[in-house]
């Protein structure tokens, strides 16, 4: 054994009393090649292990309890908080998008996703699925389409194959990368219950159940299906741009109906073919040529048993207290709330857009018995309209403060003298519910107003909370829920989220004075 003077350091000095930098020299002198000592490399291994083990601690870490934007990193991520975190696996951090593993679970095991059921369900059933069905739109958009879609299968004798909502990004509750997976994604029974997300039909009714998509894999194999080209169909029956729905329903009634095949795929074609290429397009849904179908739709089983998913329900219990005062104790509190939808920010271009090209109210909106009607002005040309159209179009699309105030407070004083025959002294609607996406300084000053000058009591989305992430992420159709059970719905004309309210008042009953527009 060699003793040179670092050695010498090293044996002669007790140990505590050598400083952080003393120590690094002797380690770095101990890495000298030209001293070949067994035990030096004993002592080259511990530094190289400690640094791997911190390196893999941090990496560890770092996957654990970091803020990746890497998929695959967040979800093993995630596989550790599963087994360390409690709540992890049911969704219960808000942070985190939800995964359903649970709703997933109930729908693989729907007892119509069977292959020995006799016909027209299993093995040998009839099917057709809407590939061509719109996606990536906001849920309202896509949810209209959903169930007429579903009662043209139901009048074809076939199971609708319901798919998951996939999201537009711009509205999913969490950052885009969040998501599991490329285009986020929520099953259908998540939003609603019913037919059209695999529910019963009406008891003795012998069509077929609405089945998901994964079970269309397995029993419509590619070999089974027969495809049908939505444009194909439309040119072949002329089913663009003018016809009712009514029309276009009935042409695509028979030919699904009469097909003997037992797997329809109706796929749309790409975007530079056919821009909308839906059976039941975004033309047919913004213009009154969709207003044949009501009371059919209205009638039908797809909307007699359309229903709120029980999540949806949850939601709305863990929040009954905001709507709850000491005279509805013992009621529904809803019977005296007044919902209105009062969205900002992104409406200001939509509502141009929509004065420009000269648009009519949307879909259910526009059924002629409502109160609140509107009519495109005269004037202008296509994509360039006058500016007193404009004007005309932004006093209902995107009113101020004062014009919302005074038709909340009418609109509620032409309901109490239909329902009581007069204007209640004190009023008989208190609370107000203001559904809306806006968080800034303009609704604190709305709100402050309706409370202090008008005696409102006032509940806002933003006062809602969610149990889990899985409630977070259907807080759209949460507002909705909330907005079909109030006395007075108070919406936007253009707006798909105001018609699929309406649809589901109209299917309760709710006379035509409590269904209004700006
Ligand atoms: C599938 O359907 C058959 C025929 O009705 C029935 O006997 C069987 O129990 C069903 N299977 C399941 C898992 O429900
Ligand atoms: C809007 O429609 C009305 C009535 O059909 C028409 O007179 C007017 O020119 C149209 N305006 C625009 C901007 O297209
Ligand atoms: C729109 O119409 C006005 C007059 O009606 C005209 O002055 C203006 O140039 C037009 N704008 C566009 C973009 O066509």
């Known amino acids: 054994m060699a003793s040179d003077g670092f050695d010498k350091l090293y044996h002669e000095k007790p140990r505590r009393k050598r400083g952080i930098a003393q120590r690094v020299s002797i380690w770095f002198a101990s890495l000298n090649p030209y001293r070949a000592q067994r035990r030096n490399y004993r002592r080259l291994w511990i530094p190289i292990f400690l640094?791997?083990?911190?390196?893999?601690?941090?990496?560890?870490?770092?996957?654990?309890?970091?803020?990746?934007?890497?998929?695959k990193v967040r979800k093993t991520r995630q596989w550790f908080k599963d087994r360390l975190i409690p709540?992890?696996?049911d969704d219960l951090p808000l942070d985190t998008p939800p995964r359903y593993f649970d709703l997933y679970?109930?729908?693989?095991n729907l007892p119509q996703h069977n292959l020995s059921l006799p016909y027209p369900e299993g093995a040998t059933g009839r099917y057709v699925k809407f590939t061509s069905q719109i996606n990536m739109l906001g849920w309202n958009n896509v949810f209209n389409e959903l169930l007429m879609l579903n009662y043209l299968a139901y009048k074809s004798k076939r199971a609708y194959v319901f798919q998951d909502y996939v999201w537009k990004m711009d509205y999913f509750p969490w950052e885009e990368y969040m998501a599991w997976t490329v285009h986020a994604r929520t099953p259908l029974p998540a939003l609603i219950a019913g037919p059209t997300a695999g529910g019963p039909w009406p008891a003795g009714d012998p069509a077929p159940r609405s089945v998901h998509q994964d079970f269309w894999d397995i029993v419509c194999p590619p070999e089974r299906v027969k495809v049908i080209w939505s444009h194909h169909v439309k040119k072949e029956f002329d089913l663009h741009w003018t016809p009712t729905s009514k029309f276009i329903f009935e042409k695509w009634n028979k030919v699904l109906l009469d097909d003997t095949a037992k797997c329809i795929e109706v796929i749309a074609p790409q975007r530079?073919?056919?821009d909308f290429g839906q059976v039941f397009d975004l033309w047919l849904w913004g213009s009154d040529r969709i207003l044949p179908m009501w009371e059919e739709l209205r009638d039908s089983p797809v909307s007699q048993l359309l229903a709120t998913s029980p999540l949806i329900q949850r939601a709305v219990d863990r929040n009954m207290h905001l709507f709850k005062s000491d005279v509805t104790v013992h009621k529904d509190p809803f019977d005296q709330v007044f919902a209105v939808h009062?969205?900002?920010?992104?409406?200001?271009?939509?509502?141009m857009n929509l004065a420009q090209w000269n648009s009519t109210f949307y879909s259910w909106n526009q059924l002629p018995y409502l109160p609140d009607r509107f009519t495109p002005p005269p004037g202008g040309i296509p994509g360039n309209n006058t500016k007193e159209n404009i004007e005309f179009y932004y006093n209902r699309c995107l009113p101020n403060?004062?014009?919302?105030?005074?038709?909340?407070?009418?609109?509620?004083d032409d309901w109490e003298?239909?329902?009581?025959?007069?204007?209640?002294p004190g009023h008989f609607l208190n609370t107000l519910y203001i559904l809306?996406?806006?968080?800034?300084?303009?609704?604190t000053d709305f709100k402050a107003r309706l409370i202090n000058e008008f005696g409102w009591k006032v509940v806002t989305s933003n006062d809602i909370t969610f149990g889990n992430a899985q409630e977070k992420d259907v807080g759209m159709a949460l507002d909705m829920e909330f907005a079909r059970k109030a006395a007075i719905f108070l919406g936007n004309g253009w707006s798909s989220f105001t018609s699929n309210i309406l649809h589901r008042r109209l299917v309760d009953k709710k006379i035509p004075i409590s269904n209004r527009f700006f």
């Open 87 to 89: 709540g992890a696996v």
């Open 105 to 108: 679970e109930e729908q693989r």
């Open 417 to 424: 003298k239909e329902m009581f025959g007069v204007v209640v």
């Open 342 to 351: 009062v969205r900002r920010g992104d409406y200001e271009g939509a509502c």
């Open 401 to 412: 403060v004062d014009q919302i105030i005074k038709r909340i407070n009418d609109a509620r």
């Open 272 to 274: 530079d073919i056919e």
């Open 436 to 443: 809306t996406n806006d968080k800034t300084s303009w609704m």
């Open 51 to 71: 640094i791997l083990a911190l390196w893999v601690g941090f990496k560890g870490f770092g996957v654990i309890f970091g803020n990746s934007h890497d998929r």
